[in-house]
């Protein structure tokens, strides 16, 4: 079984000539032991169009050094990796299948082969605490990296380089930060790869052919204000008379704002239909992957937002279908339909013992009467444990890989129709007004019919025009911005008015079982009694909030 470590570290570029500076001075460090030696071998393995690599995870065989075994590094988050460790085995030249298991979902039905290796001599110099632990690791890495060639008639490339890496391991980020700045004022530079197989493979990670997935996320254009980015001096069209930092802070968000807009606008109106819907598929097909990735590695709500990216990618396919080909299109859409439902039962069971857990928590002693709570418990154990293995089963369905290569795909070479080559914001807009009128239509058919079944209807309308919405801010701006967070609202009184059907069939059937079991069943009915009035409260809210939605709604289509 595979063992998880975190690694949190920054690599630094450095010269033959670049000597490891004391490193005793930095801040709560306060010895740096003798340096060991270590000759790591390492070979990597990826498809040959190379899905892992640009999904930013590596598969490794290492021998050498203290960490000798396969290692899969997955994406980095919030500046840390995951790493699962395997011992190395018996198997040499292929990769065994518990340690592939994690990354089905990326390689799919193609074959992995060695793509890369790399032979490294590394002296490591650990930074320790006053108690003698260790705080930091830093190795001083040579490295020769070999490409292997990639098809018949090509010849490997090799590379050399030297490296430097530090490796928190009890340390915090600014011992972190202390450690980089003191390298840095020795020349060394952060580092311009992400990963040493990254340099190794250098062009061959340039934008890929049919069947691969291209890098996801919509550029920023220039002069757009980035996350965090903060602006120097006043802005024009700040309030007389703020001064200081308020009057910074909002003549600087204001500037912001202004400078999103105006690149947007530049984007939009240099952008075609096409270039909108490839670049809205990419993502959202880029975020199932990572969303498989982490039901496969036990990652708490993976099979959530699985769900998610299908109904996500659904909802796209099914909006843009004036750009999109509807006989290639559809077929997917059923498959998307089907690999969602499947996840759908541990999915439901998982937020519906969660949230009864809680109720029953917030509940008086006196009535609680029998072990509500330790069946409850019981449920969710068993619930989770079933709900894993079996969304695992179903994510490794031939089918299921199917689907993901035919996603692919599409990605890579949609069927676009004429429409795609036209400019994108009348296309968008069109769309989009089209999913605004479905929804109106769909929430005034809900008014004249009290069937349970008629406001899903309308749940499942508004999550289509949302995800059309966050298609279409790119080109469409801030009007459309304000609808999605109007529409999130509403479908968090709808979702919760949706749970409540499927808490009261999990009272009853609890019930049930406790009666059977000779214990007291009237809790589950209070429970029961208590979603009943959930749901109508929140489906009283949803025609509260409705009418203020109306507004927004028409300003996001005008």
Not at 132 to 138: C, D, M
Not at 337 to 343: K, N, S, V
Request: charged share 30%.
């Amino acid at each position: 079984m595979a063992r998880e470590h975190v690694e949190i570290e920054r690599k630094f570029d450095v010269g033959e000539t670049f000597v490891l500076p004391d490193l005793s001075a930095v801040p709560g460090v306060a010895s740096v032991a003798e340096p060991v030696e270590h000759v790591l071998e390492a070979v990597y393995h990826d498809t040959t169009d190379l899905r892992l690599a640009r999904a930013k995870v590596t598969l490794r065989r290492r021998t050498g050094g203290t960490d000798a075994g396969w290692h899969v590094k997955l994406p980095a988050t919030a500046g840390a990796r995951r790493e699962l460790h395997s011992p190395l085995g018996r198997v040499t030249k292929g990769v065994p299948k518990a340690v592939l298991a994690p990354l089905l979902g990326i390689v799919r039905n193609a074959p992995v082969v060695q793509v890369a290796t790399l032979r490294t001599r590394r002296v490591v110099t650990d930074l320790c605490a006053e108690d003698g632990r260790v705080l930091a690791e830093v190795a001083d890495d040579h490295v020769t990296g070999t490409a292997l060639p990639a098809g018949p008639g090509e010849a490997a490339v090799v590379s050399a380089w030297r490296e430097v890496e530090v490796e928190l391991v009890d340390g915090d980020d600014e011992l972190l930060a202390a450690v980089g700045a003191a390298l840095a004022a020795g020349d060394a530079r952060p580092s311009a790869s992400a990963s040493k197989l990254a340099r190794v493979l250098g062009d061959r990670l340039a934008p890929s052919g049919p069947g691969t997935l291209p890098a996801p996320g919509r550029a920023v254009a220039d002069g757009a204000p980035r996350s965090g980015e903060d602006e120097d001096g006043p802005a024009e069209g700040a309030p007389p008379g703020t001064t200081g930092k308020k009057a910074k802070g909002k003549a600087g968000k204001a500037a912001r704002k202004e400078r999103r807009r105006r690149a947007e606008a530049e984007a939009a109106a240099a952008s075609t239909a096409g270039d909108v819907v490839r670049a809205a598929l990419a993502e959202l097909l880029a975020g199932l992957q990572d969303a498989d990735l982490m039901v496969r590695t036990d990652v708490p709500d993976g099979v959530h937002q699985v769900r998610v990216s299908c109904r996500r990618l659904r909802s796209v396919l099914a909006a843009f279908r004036p750009v999109l080909d509807r006989e290639r299109t559809d077929p997917v859409r059923d498959e998307l339909r089907w690999a969602g439902a499947q996840l759908s039962t541990s999915r439901d069971a998982e937020v519906a013992v969660g949230h009864l857990r809680e109720l029953v928590a917030s509940e008086p002693p006196e009535l609680v009467l029998g072990p509500v709570a330790a069946r409850l418990q019981q449920e969710e154990l068993r619930d989770g444990l079933a709900g894993g293995d079996e969304a695992r089963r179903e994510l490794s369905s031939q089918r299921y890989l199917d689907l993901l290569d035919t996603l692919a795909d599409l990605v890579a070479d949609p069927p676009f129709t004429d429409r795609a080559a036209q400019p994108a914001v009348p296309v968008v807009r069109a769309v989009l007004a089209r999913t605004v009128q479905r929804l109106t239509e769909t929430v005034e058919l809900a008014r004249e019919d009290e069937h349970p079944e008629a406001l899903h209807e309308v749940r499942k309308a508004a999550k289509r025009l949302r995800y059309t919405a966050d298609v279409a801010v790119a080109v469409l701006g801030d009007p459309v911005r304000d609808l999605v967070t109007g529409l999130k609202d509403v479908q968090e009184v709808l979702g919760q008015r949706q749970d409540t059907f499927i808490t009261r069939e999990l009272c009853l059937r609890l019930g049930l079982q406790a009666s059977a079991a000779g214990e007291n069943a009237w809790t589950y009915g209070r429970l029961h009694a208590l979603e009943v009035a959930r749901g109508g409260a929140a489906e009283h809210e949803f025609w509260l909030r409705w009418p203020r939605l109306r507004p927004v709604l028409k300003t996001a289509t005008r």
